[in-house]
């Protein structure tokens, strides 16, 4: 049953795809405002899918932690839901991404029609400076920033190294950090064929404040309470204490 209901919500999800990619894509010439709303509605598409399709529910813990002003999002990267749910949860908001993902069809069309912060993560210094010029230029325009610092899909219990781009930007935009931990990953994993019904908690912490405190500082903050809140999510998947120190990028 799981993957007969995994395979009709893909299917479901690229027929309403489809026609907003182009959408969205032909409303280039309209304001960006314009094209969120497009967005939004395909997003709600989206969610009423993963709801009544999938069985999936969520949750959000700590909503009062959200700050009233655009700042940087950390958040762990799990699963595809988040790539969707935080756009429901936070203000409008663009994504630090991996340049591919503009190249696919429809997707990756209305990606690059939301602009996006795209990347290419083979070149780390050239990457470094479009995430601190596009960045600051979101973040002046009203938008959130939403960076997975881990870099890539992080599965439940596991953890990559922390890296401080992110943190840098919030440094050099004065923008407030917003550590986001969730337990999608449980739900949703790397096999779009066995997604199963449940519900995901997703936890915001308390904003990080840029002034007077470097970018490794902040990074290690972000990171702290990140992996401190995913084992309170799912202590089952870490026996261990946290290592912070192990997961920071210097």
């Not at 919500?9 to 969120?36: D, E, K």
Request: net charge positive; proline share 7%; aromatic share 10%.
């Amino acid at each position: 049953m799981i993957v007969i209901r995994s395979a009709l919500f893909l299917l479901l999800v690229s027929l309403w795809t489809i026609p907003f990619g182009v959408l969205v894509t032909l409303a280039i010439a309209l304001p960006i405002t314009a094209r969120y709303a497009i967005i939004a509605f395909w997003r709600s598409g989206f969610m009423a899918l993963s709801r009544h399709v999938l069985g999936i529910r969520y949750q959000v813990i700590g909503r009062e932690n959200i700050p009233a002003r655009p700042s940087i999002v950390l958040a762990k990267h799990q699963a595809a839901w988040e790539t969707v749910g935080l756009q429901e949860i936070f203000p409008p908001l663009v994504f630090v991404l991996k340049k591919e993902l503009l190249r696919v069809p429809f997707f990756g069309w209305g990606l690059a029609a939301l602009k996006m912060i795209s990347i290419d993560r083979a070149a780390a210094k050239d990457a470094l400076k479009q995430i601190f010029d596009q960045g600051g230029d979101r973040l002046a325009a009203g938008y959130w920033v939403v960076i997975f610092p881990e870099g890539t899909r992080v599965a439940p219990g596991e953890t990559c190294r922390y890296k401080p781009g992110g943190a840098h930007l919030a440094v050099r935009a004065g923008a407030l950090v917003v550590p986001v931990a969730h337990n999608a990953g449980e739900i949703w994993g790397r096999d779009a064929f066995r997604i199963k019904p449940g519900l995901i908690t997703v936890s915001i912490g308390p904003p990080i404040d840029p002034a007077e405190k470097s970018a490794a500082r902040i990074n290690t903050l972000a990171a702290a309470w990140i992996e401190e809140e995913m084992r309170r999510l799912s202590p089952h998947r870490y026996p261990a204490p946290a290592a912070v120190v192990d997961v920071v990028a210097a």
